[in-house]
């Protein structure tokens, strides 16, 4: 349960988020890009072929904005994906691609130095152009249209695996452009897929306001629970509803991510994101866990691990000239964990280590393990959907909400 300073803690942070005031001092303006909504990430999905006779595929991906109106909207969008465990790839395949923001039933179009398309292939990104003077409300449910064209229809789409809120489209079709219509698009005589989300929707919010990247495994992903936007794991539970609000979101997660896939010198292209971000979840501990050698030198490995992304990413600046803030999560028991005495007392020195905050890397230290009991899930890995609930609720919520305010750091900065 909620302890009742944690509810006061919440009260106060929601107090001072609401009235733009940071430390209860004077406003704060904000002026650089930063993450604005949620459900947006890498794909990890598999590849779906456009199809004979297809020439464009189409789609429109829901959304909801953060606690602060936001000005200035980009759409960054790239052919990066999370193949296999998350070994990080990226499609060779020319994509041109276009953009539109539908706001309260009103489309926009997004720009490309001024063009209405860009192409794109390999590790090239694109940013659009500032959308106008659009300005995207508080606390506000919107859509993200797309267009893209490859040059055969022999040629693939990269997909997400992950669905958002129910009104998400995707498929290929021979017929007309939809890119600039208002709501759902037309699907009938169209072949189906692929769900496409921007890798981040940016804007300045006009006060201060946090946004965080989601870096995780199966677990992180969604399974077990559902995937749609109600669900997605419990870590994407709680950034959806804290106080009231969504915590604007990226997710960089794959079934079997590891650290090591993970790593700066493994997914280089990946880091480019975390400069919008105020904040950054590493959920990957429990497929890096050694398969020989002494606990000691298994946890000295996962340790190693975890610090490559943590001093990565506290060497980062973010949208507020602050370095980004890690958050450490306990690697949660598996049935074949706790039958392994090495294993088992691996994954406990840990979340030990995480508890005093992993060699002072760690900004905050969640005690996920706590709601986890063998056996566990259906299949001795997975946690079921009731404990990503409770997960959410009981630890990452209240865990998280003193971070609302993007210049809190614990031990003072």
């Known amino acids: 349960?909620?302890?009742?300073?944690?509810?006061?803690?919440?009260?106060?942070?929601?107090?001072?988020?609401?009235?733009?005031?940071i430390g209860g001092g004077a406003p704060f303006v904000p002026t650089q890009p930063q993450l604005v909504a949620n459900f947006t990430g890498i794909p990890n999905g598999t590849f779906v072929q456009m199809g004979t006779g297809n020439v464009r595929a189409l789609g429109r991906s829901q959304h909801r904005s953060g606690r602060v109106r936001a000005k200035n909207l980009q759409f960054l969008d790239s052919l990066i994906y999370l193949s296999t465990n998350g070994v990080e790839a990226a499609s060779a395949t020319l994509n041109t691609l276009k953009r539109a923001i539908e706001i309260g039933g009103v489309t926009t179009p997004a720009l490309y130095a001024g063009l209405n398309s860009i192409g794109i292939s390999g590790s090239a990104q694109a940013l659009s152009d500032i959308i106008g003077s659009l300005e995207l409300p508080p606390d506000t449910d919107f859509f993200a249209r797309w267009e893209k064209t490859l040059p055969l229809d022999t040629n693939s789409l990269i997909a997400h695996a992950l669905v958002g809120p129910g009104t998400g489209q995707g498929f290929r079709t021979p017929g007309a452009s939809q890119l600039l219509s208002t709501g759902l698009m037309n699907s009938s005589g169209t072949a189906a897929g692929p769900q496409f989300w921007p890798n981040g929707i940016f804007g300045v919010p006009f006060s201060p306001m946090s946004a965080v990247a989601i870096i995780a495994d199966s677990l992180g992903n969604y399974r077990e629970d559902d995937n749609n936007g109600a669900g997605g794991g419990a870590w994407a539970r709680a950034l959806n509803d804290i106080l009231g609000s969504v915590v604007p979101w990226m997710k960089q997660s794959q079934n079997g991510h590891t650290f090591g896939n993970a790593s700066f010198a493994n997914a280089p292209l990946q880091k480019t994101h975390w400069q919008y971000v105020t904040d950054i979840f590493i959920e990957l501990s429990t497929?890096?866990?050694?398969s020989s050698g002494t606990v000691a030198a298994r946890l000295a490995s996962l340790q190693a691990g975890w610090l490559d992304l943590a001093n990565g990413a506290r060497a980062i600046i973010g949208?507020?000239?602050?370095?980004?803030?890690?958050?450490?999560?306990?690697?949660?028991?598996?049935?074949?964990?706790?039958?392994?005495?090495?294993?088992?007392?691996?994954r406990l020195a840990y979340n030990a280590w995480g508890a005093a905050f992993a060699d002072g890397k760690a900004d905050a230290y969640y005690n996920t393990d706590s709601v986890v009991t063998t056996p566990v899930g259906s299949d001795g890995i997975h946690i079921a959907k009731p404990v990503h609930i409770q997960m959410a609720a009981d630890v990452i919520v209240p865990g998280y909400t003193p971070f609302l305010n993007p210049f809190y750091f614990p031990r003072g900065e």
């Open 1 to 21: 349960m909620v302890s009742a300073r944690i509810k006061r803690n919440q009260r106060r942070v929601a107090s001072y988020i609401g009235a733009g005031i």
């Open 287 to 290: 497929n890096s866990m050694p």
């Open 319 to 346: 949208p507020y000239g602050k370095r980004l803030r890690v958050h450490f999560f306990d690697m949660l028991k598996r049935d074949s964990y706790e039958l392994d005495a090495t294993q088992r007392d691996t």
